[in-house]
C-alpha cells in the first residue's frame, strides 16, 4: 500500500510539472523596462541622463516631422523620426507631448509599427518610443507613430524628443544623446466657411461692416 502510494504522488507531481512548464509564460524580446523622463522636455532630461556624454554634442542628423506647423483639433498627424551617423549599429528615441501653459500631457499617441515602436506611461506623462527589437539598425534608423491633437482649442503644445545613438558596448560609454522639438501652435480659422457646420446662408464673405444670416429651409437640415 506505501509503495504504490509513493508512486501515485511521484506520477501526480510529474503531470503537475508538465502542467505548469506548458503554461508558463516568457517575456517577449521586444519588452524592457519602460522608462519615461529622458525627452529634453519640461523637468526631464535627455539620454544623457543614463548614458555617458553631454546632449547635442554629436554630428548626428536628427530628422522629427509630424506634417504640419500647426494643428487642427482632433486631427491625427503622422510622427516620423529618423537618426543617422555613421559607425554605429544602435539607435532609439522617446517621444512626448506637452501643453505649453502648464506642461502637462495632451494629444494621444497611437502605433504605426507595433513591433518596433510602443507607447506607455510613467508618472502622468505619456509617450511612444522604439522597443528593443526597433533599435538594431546600420548606420541609421527610422520609427513612424501616430499623434492625435487634443479634441478643443488647448494653445501651443510641444512634442519634444529625446533621441540615442550607441555603440552596442553594452555599456553606457561612448553613445550620443541628442534632443529636439516640435512647436505647434493651434491652426487659425481662416474664413466663416470654415466654421459654419450648420449649413447657414453667411454673406457677404469675406465681411467688413455687416453680415447677414440666412437659416436654411427646415427639410435642408
Not at 510539472?17 to 521586444?30: A, D, K, L, R, V
Request: hydrophobic share 35%; with cysteine; proline share 5%.
Amino acid at each position: 500500500m506505501k509503495t504504490r502510494t509513493v508512486i501515485t504522488f511521484l506520477f501526480l507531481s510529474a503531470v503537475a510539472f508538465i502542467f505548469i512548464s506548458g503554461t508558463t509564460s516568457t517575456q517577449s524580446p521586444c519588452d524592457s523596462p519602460y522608462v519615461g523622463g529622458h525627452t529634453g522636455a519640461p523637468g526631464e532630461t535627455g539620454c544623457n541622463g543614463c548614458h555617458a556624454g553631454t546632449a547635442n554634442s554629436g554630428n548626428a542628423i536628427i530628422d522629427f516631422d509630424l506634417g504640419t506647423a500647426a494643428y487642427i483639433p482632433g486631427q491625427t498627424y503622422q510622427g516620423f523620426v529618423r537618426i543617422q551617423q555613421s559607425g554605429f549599429d544602435k539607435f532609439g528615441f522617446s517621444c512626448l507631448a506637452l501643453k505649453n501653459s502648464d506642461n502637462n500631457t495632451i494629444g494621444a499617441f497611437g502605433l504605426v509599427e507595433t513591433i518596433r515602436t510602443r507607447t506607455y506611461s510613467d508618472g502622468n506623462r505619456n509617450y511612444v518610443s522604439h522597443t528593443p527589437c526597433g533599435a538594431d539598425s546600420s548606420n541609421a534608423n527610422s520609427w513612424n507613430f501616430t499623434w492625435t491633437a487634443p479634441n478643443t482649442n488647448e494653445d501651443t503644445i510641444t512634442l519634444y524628443i529625446g533621441a540615442l545613438v550607441a555603440n552596442h558596448n553594452h555599456a553606457t560609454t561612448g553613445d550620443f544623446s541628442y534632443t529636439r522639438k516640435i512647436v505647434l501652435p493651434v491652426q487659425p480659422v481662416n474664413s466663416i466657411s470654415e466654421i459654419n457646420t450648420f449649413q447657414l446662408g453667411i454673406y457677404p464673405n469675406p465681411a467688413t461692416n455687416e453680415i447677414i444670416f440666412q437659416l436654411p429651409e427646415p427639410n435642408s437640415i
